[in-house]
């Protein structure tokens, strides 16, 4: 079963850069895609990014586009996630799920294989 673990959350400053980290373990597969998602207190899980690990299209949340990239490692089942400019609004656990594609992107539903989250918070 495929196992998933976030890392690389902390607290920056407003402007900030930061570079999660999404390792995949387990029963790991090109024929995937993973995306992040994050979720505030009070709110719901957003998708802030998709990659296909079969074609390596990419998506994006309108609130990250031009701050964010999501890149991948195969030698190191890793996926990445690179947040710039970062405003007080990232504050969230981010999370990365897994599913077949990236169509079901940017509702969590079809997502799967949550790992536990990383905590970003962006503070002065």
């Known amino acids: 079963q495929l196992q998933l673990v976030e890392s690389g959350g902390a607290l920056v400053q407003p402007g900030g850069s930061l570079r999660l980290s999404c390792a995949a373990s387990g029963s790991t597969s090109e024929n995937y895609a993973i995306a992040w998602f994050r979720q505030s207190p009070g709110n719901k899980r957003e998708g802030v990014s998709c990659?296909?690990?079969?074609?390596?299209?990419?998506n994006y949340a309108d609130s990250v586009k031009g701050r964010a990239t999501i890149s991948g490692d195969s030698a190191r089942n890793t996926v990445y996630l690179q947040l710039n400019n970062l405003q007080i609004e990232d504050t969230a656990v981010y999370y990365c799920?897994?599913?077949?594609?990236?169509?079901?992107?940017?509702?969590?539903?079809?997502?799967?294989?949550w790992g536990p989250g990383t905590q970003v918070n962006v503070s002065s």
């Open positions: 799920g897994a599913d077949w594609d990236c169509s079901g992107f940017p509702v969590s539903l079809t997502f799967a294989f």
């Open positions: 990659l296909s690990l079969r074609d390596f299209k990419t």
